[in-house]
């Protein structure tokens, strides 16, 4: 029906059906500005959200500082250090067996089981038990002996069995430890450690865990961040704010996530020790996690707020693990995530330092980089996220503020629907219409595509039916007759191509031929292990004068042939003729380690040849050959006319040997071509 149309009326009738597609372009455009904006203005809200929770998080730890300078810098706290000092030592008395095995029979039933039951493995006691007497008596009188529970040992002010005249440091924590109460309640600490710098003894703790009364350098716990935080306030003690160490999952706190802020202690001037405390992650995590109420700050049903460390781990709790645990625990078992992991997070209830949160947008936080993008969050959902670095101190964290993209970009999933739903119905209409003049107009272009692919795989013989008179025939056509004018051209240049690849054949080494034949410009190579072969012939001159040219020509190439099938049989390389000169090598451009021997076996050859091509035509033509071995350089020589050359001293050599005076047919050879044939027929033997 359309075959005898022109183009022009053929376009017409597309133009007729791009409605379809103007109604889509519209609905697009629509879709697209409506998503832009509303991922805009969740990005903002998100950002506001994070901001306004950096600043909280900000604010509170630089008043956590500020409290902890305020009350390190006391002197009677200095004081307090000076007295436990003395009192620490004086403590050294040996425990009773009965004793030792009270304090470790503790540690068998609260810390060591519960060590075990997160790590999956057996700790040792004495791993984790005071190494020195004062450490053990102490860790006794208010660990072991202490009749409040693991959770309430702070509540003991003396032991039952101290003697206050006698036991110095029993008077000194009756009078300290309940001012050392208020201090740590007012300042939101989970715990207040004093240190002596010079042992690094932990002279004294409000909670009587196992850190009390142990060395922070050689004992138990000398790889914890209590005793790195002691150490990074003795490397600068002049610093004037207190510094902070990063979480991490403390022993003697059973393995809950804590950090640690610590400052030196002075008195008039002169070093004391080192004061320390212990928090938890709870006002973090309280901060961060609106206190449960996330929908009442914006977050909706998958939004949240929380920190990563540089170690990549969370430091304040998933929402999705605190809504819902069990079903939080499947879905990171089936993304992959290991079992010690999961195990921690159960154990623990806890996602701090156990959930690993590896994003682009955490890695750019960390770097310093504040910005908003979609990525695929910890849990392995596609989240809106507003990312910042948070440094705190010397504290290097990212805060992020994220919302499911299911949640967020809903509104444009409902609106991409009804755009979907008015655009088809126009697109049902135009395209039952479109399919029947679509399939018309785009015949003859399907079956020209088929020839021009069938043409681009190499089938030159290719053509396509043509029917009508439009511009498509005369396109197919024109088609049908260039693939022809291609396989002629085609057919000729593989003719000529082979005579090509022959005669470059005939005049290189089919190595070499190889090689230039593929467009390789340059040849040339280096052989170590070669027997140059110098044949001159003698007696030509005389036979040229009583010859015309012709069948002087016949009998050179009868000679040059014998030569050349001899060459071919001991695998030996021509390399040229030049007049009565032939020249020819043994281990090139296939190494040969019988070269020697070849090139020998091929010469004695050359004279048998010489002596039959006398008899047979009646000359007195005589043979000199002379062999030598050595390293050659060889290459392709001239670029308009070229010639395959050899260079190297055995060359010169066996010419030097070759044109020697003789009044015969002879073979010289060079020393260094004797030796290698005499070694070869030593080893055969």
Same mark, same amino acid.
């Given at each position: 029906m359309l075959g005898n149309l022109s183009i022009r009326s053929k376009l017409l009738i597309l133009l007729l059906l791009s409605g379809i597609g103007g109604s889509i372009i519209l609905g697009t455009i629509g879709y697209v500005s409506s998503s832009n904006a509303l991922s805009d203005a969740i990005y903002k809200q998100l950002t506001s959200i994070r901001e306004t929770r950096k600043a909280e998080v900000e604010r509170y730890m630089t008043g956590v500082q500020d409290a902890f300078a305020l009350f390190a810098n006391q002197d009677h706290l200095g004081d307090a250090v000076d007295q436990l000092k003395l009192a620490f030592d004086a403590s050294g008395e040996v425990l009773s067996s009965e004793q030792q095995a009270r304090l470790s029979g503790h540690y068998e039933q609260s810390l060591l089981p519960w060590l075990a039951d997160l790590t999956g493995r057996q700790h040792l006691l004495s791993d984790y038990l005071p190494q020195s007497n004062p450490g053990k008596q102490l860790q006794y009188q208010y660990i072991a002996a202490n009749k409040h529970g693991d959770d309430r040992k702070q509540q003991l002010l003396r032991p039952p069995d101290a003697d206050p005249s006698r036991d110095v440091y029993a008077r000194i924590h009756e009078r300290l430890h309940p001012e050392m109460l208020k201090v740590v309640e007012k300042l939101n600490l989970s715990d207040i450690y004093l240190i002596d710098h010079r042992t690094g003894n932990v002279l004294y703790s409000i909670?009587?865990?196992?850190?009390?009364?142990?060395?922070?350098?050689?004992? #138990?716990?000398?790889?914890?961040?209590?005793?790195?935080?002691?150490?990074? $306030? +003795?490397?600068?003690?002049?610093?004037? &704010?207190?510094?902070?160490?990063?979480?991490?999952?403390?022993? #003697?706190?059973?393995?809950?996530?804590?950090?640690?802020?610590?400052m030196p202690v002075f008195r008039r001037g002169d070093l004391l020790g080192v004061v320390a405390g212990r928090t938890s992650s709870d006002i973090l995590n309280a901060t961060l996690t609106s206190g449960g109420k996330w929908v009442e700050q914006g977050l909706d049903q998958s939004g949240e707020v929380y920190v990563v460390g540089s170690d990549l781990r969370l430091r304040t709790d998933s929402r999705f693990y605190l809504e819902d645990r069990e079903g939080y625990l499947q879905q990171l078992e089936k993304s992959g995530v290991p079992e010690l992991d999961r195990r921690s997070i159960t154990v623990l209830r806890s996602t701090v330092l156990n959930q690993i949160v590896d994003t682009v947008a955490v890695r750019n936080a960390l770097a310093g980089k504040s910005g908003t993008e979609i990525v695929i969050d910890y849990r392995g959902v596609p989240v809106?996220?507003?990312?910042?670095?948070?440094?705190?101190?010397?504290?290097?964290?990212?805060?992020?503020?994220?919302?499911?993209?299911?949640?967020?970009?809903?509104?444009?999933? !409902?609106?991409?629907? *009804?755009?979907?739903?008015?655009?088809g119905s126009i697109a049902i209409a135009l395209t039952l219409f479109?399919? +029947?003049?679509?399939?018309?107009?785009?015949?003859?272009?399907?079956?020209?595509?088929?020839?021009?692919?069938?043409?681009?795989?190499?089938?030159?013989?290719?053509?396509?039916?043509?029917?009508?008179?439009?511009?498509?025939?005369?396109?197919? *056509?024109?088609?049908?007759?260039?693939?022809?004018?291609?396989?002629?051209? *085609?057919?000729?240049?593989?003719?000529?191509?082979?005579?090509? %690849?022959?005669?470059? &054949?005939? $005049? =290189? #080494?089919?190595?070499?031929?190889?090689?230039?034949?593929?467009?390789?410009?340059?040849?040339?190579?280096?052989?170590?292990?070669?027997?140059?072969?110098?044949?001159?012939?003698?007696?030509?001159?005389?036979?040229?004068?009583?010859?015309?040219?012709?069948?002087?020509?016949?009998?050179?190439? %009868? +000679?040059?042939?014998?030569?050349?099938?001899?060459?071919?049989?001991? /695998?030996?390389?021509?390399?040229?003729?030049?007049? !009565?000169?032939? =020249?020819?090598?043994?281990?090139? #451009?296939?190494?040969?380690?019988?070269?020697s021997?070849?090139?020998?076996?091929?010469?004695?050859?050359?004279? $048998?040849?010489?002596?039959?091509?006398?008899?047979? *035509?009646?000359?007195?033509?005589? =043979?000199?050959?002379?062999?030598?071995? /050595?390293?050659?350089?060889?290459?392709? $020589? /001239?670029?308009?006319?070229?010639v395959y050359e050899i260079f190297g001293e055995c060359v010169v050599g066996a010419r030097q040997l070759a044109l020697a005076e003789s009044a015969e047919s002879v073979i010289r050879l060079s020393d260094r071509v004797r030796s290698s044939i005499s070694a070869g027929i030593e080893a055969a033997q």
């Amino acid at each position: 029906m359309l075959g005898n149309l022109s183009i022009r009326s053929k376009l017409l009738i597309l133009l007729l059906l791009s409605g379809i597609g103007g109604s889509i372009i519209l609905g697009t455009i629509g879709y697209v500005s409506s998503s832009n904006a509303l991922s805009d203005a969740i990005y903002k809200q998100l950002t506001s959200i994070r901001e306004t929770r950096k600043a909280e998080v900000e604010r509170y730890m630089t008043g956590v500082q500020d409290a902890f300078a305020l009350f390190a810098n006391q002197d009677h706290l200095g004081d307090a250090v000076d007295q436990l000092k003395l009192a620490f030592d004086a403590s050294g008395e040996v425990l009773s067996s009965e004793q030792q095995a009270r304090l470790s029979g503790h540690y068998e039933q609260s810390l060591l089981p519960w060590l075990a039951d997160l790590t999956g493995r057996q700790h040792l006691l004495s791993d984790y038990l005071p190494q020195s007497n004062p450490g053990k008596q102490l860790q006794y009188q208010y660990i072991a002996a202490n009749k409040h529970g693991d959770d309430r040992k702070q509540q003991l002010l003396r032991p039952p069995d101290a003697d206050p005249s006698r036991d110095v440091y029993a008077r000194i924590h009756e009078r300290l430890h309940p001012e050392m109460l208020k201090v740590v309640e007012k300042l939101n600490l989970s715990d207040i450690y004093l240190i002596d710098h010079r042992t690094g003894n932990v002279l004294y703790s409000i909670s009587k865990k196992p850190d009390f009364a142990t060395n922070l350098k050689t004992g #138990p716990y000398r790889r914890t961040a209590l005793a790195g935080i002691f150490e990074t $306030v +003795l490397s600068d003690i002049n610093i004037d &704010r207190p510094v902070f160490s990063d979480f991490e999952k403390y022993p #003697p706190a059973g393995m809950e996530p804590v950090a640690f802020i610590a400052m030196p202690v002075f008195r008039r001037g002169d070093l004391l020790g080192v004061v320390a405390g212990r928090t938890s992650s709870d006002i973090l995590n309280a901060t961060l996690t609106s206190g449960g109420k996330w929908v009442e700050q914006g977050l909706d049903q998958s939004g949240e707020v929380y920190v990563v460390g540089s170690d990549l781990r969370l430091r304040t709790d998933s929402r999705f693990y605190l809504e819902d645990r069990e079903g939080y625990l499947q879905q990171l078992e089936k993304s992959g995530v290991p079992e010690l992991d999961r195990r921690s997070i159960t154990v623990l209830r806890s996602t701090v330092l156990n959930q690993i949160v590896d994003t682009v947008a955490v890695r750019n936080a960390l770097a310093g980089k504040s910005g908003t993008e979609i990525v695929i969050d910890y849990r392995g959902v596609p989240v809106l996220s507003a990312y910042a670095p948070l440094n705190i101190g010397n504290l290097r964290w990212a805060i992020m503020a994220e919302k499911d993209v299911a949640e967020a970009l809903q509104p444009m999933h !409902d609106l991409r629907r *009804n755009i979907l739903l008015a655009t088809g119905s126009i697109a049902i209409a135009l395209t039952l219409f479109s399919l +029947l003049a679509a399939n018309s107009f785009l015949r003859p272009i399907n079956r020209l595509k088929e020839g021009v692919e069938g043409l681009a795989a190499g089938d030159d013989t290719t053509q396509i039916p043509v029917s009508g008179n439009d511009e498509f025939a005369a396109l197919g *056509n024109a088609f049908n007759s260039m693939v022809q004018d291609i396989a002629d051209r *085609n057919q000729t240049i593989r003719s000529k191509t082979l005579e090509y %690849e022959s005669l470059l &054949r005939s $005049v =290189l #080494p089919d190595a070499v031929a190889s090689r230039v034949s593929v467009g390789e410009t340059l040849v040339a190579d280096t052989f170590e292990n070669v027997t140059a072969i110098y044949a001159a012939i003698d007696g030509f001159a005389s036979v040229m004068r009583r010859v015309d040219a012709g069948e002087m020509i016949r009998l050179m190439n %009868e +000679l040059v042939d014998g030569f050349d099938e001899a060459a071919e049989r001991h /695998g030996i390389e021509k390399i040229k003729t030049v007049g !009565d000169v032939y =020249l020819a090598a043994c281990g090139l #451009p296939a190494p040969r380690l019988d070269h020697s021997q070849r090139a020998h076996d091929f010469a004695s050859e050359m004279i $048998v040849i010489m002596e039959r091509f006398n008899k047979a *035509n009646g000359l007195a033509l005589t =043979l000199r050959i002379g062999l030598d071995s /050595g390293e050659v350089d060889a290459g392709i $020589v /001239g670029r308009r006319r070229f010639v395959y050359e050899i260079f190297g001293e055995c060359v010169v050599g066996a010419r030097q040997l070759a044109l020697a005076e003789s009044a015969e047919s002879v073979i010289r050879l060079s020393d260094r071509v004797r030796s290698s044939i005499s070694a070869g027929i030593e080893a055969a033997q």
